[in-house]
């Protein structure tokens, strides 16, 4: 009875917990480098879209911000974080990818006079249908949270890359390959050896496949560990501050993304069709590693990729073949 009273109090003092100002998790990761950390959930009205991450560089001449939050309000708040810190000029904002939990606070850097910067998919984006359906369906999760929120084009877009100097730090700006979207960007610091990496790895959650490339995704994760990061500061979630981890979870989504390829190029070859494949995911690839039934959200989640992956690999296969 005790310690259902003491887990009942802690889930009410959990519920009650979501952060009235993004500053109040604002955490100094090392020397000028410092984060935001929104909830691991999903949008809901209670979390006010403070779902994802957002980072910021002090250089000796300016402010380097990553991403901007899920709202106008957010992306404020996230601006009073950075006033709080320094006073120097907010002079750019580069967004890992156009959606809706990382961009939808541009509008409140661009006022603080960021200039922003994110992949050229950004426009395609922007003008999608889907991504207007998407902008009204957020209106009513998170109504009067949304309020000045607008969705905003970056200044500059890239293709491949650029490099940023400011100070004396340099920010390498890359778009490796199509992964989590076809338009993600990373950001590297080559002296502190930090890798902001956007939703391309994930401490503790399944990856979503449904909007880029999973093949082209296993290239950008060997790409990572190339460059062999000491800090790795993802899109959601908690940062990744060793070598070893991040290894560990690098490893960890190219061997998931891996096993559901392999599976399902597999059950192609045997003449299966798509709704078996649905069907039968989630068995299959737990006869390969039981582990993954640990991983949060996987039985729902991993149908949803199989599903495009399984477009995905056919494509592939008549590529193949022709
Ligand atoms: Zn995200």
Known sequence: MKLLLALLLFSLSFASEY?????????????????????????????RGFISNAYFVVTEEAVVVIDALTTYKLGKELVETIRSVTDKPI?????????????????ALKEAGATIIAHEWAFDYVSQPSSWNFYEARKKILKEHMEGTEMVEPDITITQGLDIHSGRKKFVVRHYCKAHTPGDVVIWM?????????????????????SGNSKTWLVCLKKILELDPDVLLPGHGKPMLTKERIRDRVNWTYKYISDLRNTIRKMIEEGRDIDYV??????????IDPSYAQVPVFFDVNPVNAYYVYFEVENELLEEGE
Do not use: C, M, W
């Not at 952060?19 to 691991?40: C, R, S």
């Not at 002079?91 to 509008?107: L, R």
């Open 278 to 287: 649905r069907e039968h995911i989630n068995e299959a690839l737990l006869e």
């Open 19 to 47: 952060p009235k100002h993004v500053k109040e998790t604002l955490k100094k990761i090392k020397d000028n480098v410092y984060g935001v950390f929104g909830v691991y959930e999903q949008v809901s009205y209670e979390n």
């Open 91 to 107: 002079k750019f904002a580069v967004i890992t990818h156009y959606h809706t939990d990382h961009f939808y606070g541009v509008g």
């Open 190 to 210: 080559p002296e502190d050896k930090v890798l902001f990496s956007g939703d391309i790895v994930f401490d503790g959650r399944l990856p979503f496949l449904g």
